[in-house]
């Protein structure tokens, strides 16, 4: 199987950055495609992005296009999601998932990480 560990939230001021990382241990990681999603209270999850098995193909939600960016280091074993111009309504407990084809639906996913909390405020 596959472990997915998620790091890099915190609290940050509206208009900030942060950067999430999930580490990823077990089956070779770059046979994965790996997504970003996220669920806010009362929410249902929500995609935020994916980026295919050698990282030649991404796709982004409309709410975050042009404020992150997601990318990945197959010899790190670990994929990242850089969050520029953050928020409110970025509020979120943020999740990393591997699956076979990078794709926008959370079913797709075969494996998650526990999340890590983003919190921006005004």
């Known amino acids: 199987q596959v472990q997915l560990v998620e790091s890099g939230g915190g609290l940050v001021q509206a208009g900030g950055s942060l950067r999430l990382s999930c580490a990823a241990s077990?089956?070779?990681?770059?046979?994965?495609?790996m997504g970003w999603f996220r669920q806010a209270p009362g929410k249902g999850r929500e995609f935020v992005a994916t980026?295919?098995?050698?990282?030649?193909?991404?796709y982004y939600a409309d709410s975050v296009k042009g404020r992150f960016t997601i990318s990945r280091d197959n010899a790190k074993n670990t994929v990242y999601l850089q969050m520029n111009s953050l928020r409110p309504e970025d509020t979120a407990e943020y999740y990393c998932?591997?699956?076979?084809?990078?794709?926008?639906?959370?079913?797709?996913?075969?494996?998650w990480g526990r999340g890590t909390q983003v919190t921006v405020s005004s």
């Open positions: 998932a591997a699956g076979e084809f990078a794709a926008t639906m959370d079913d797709r996913y075969s494996y």
């Open positions: 077990g089956r070779p990681f770059s046979s994965y495609a």
């Open positions: 980026i295919s098995w050698n990282g030649g193909i991404t």
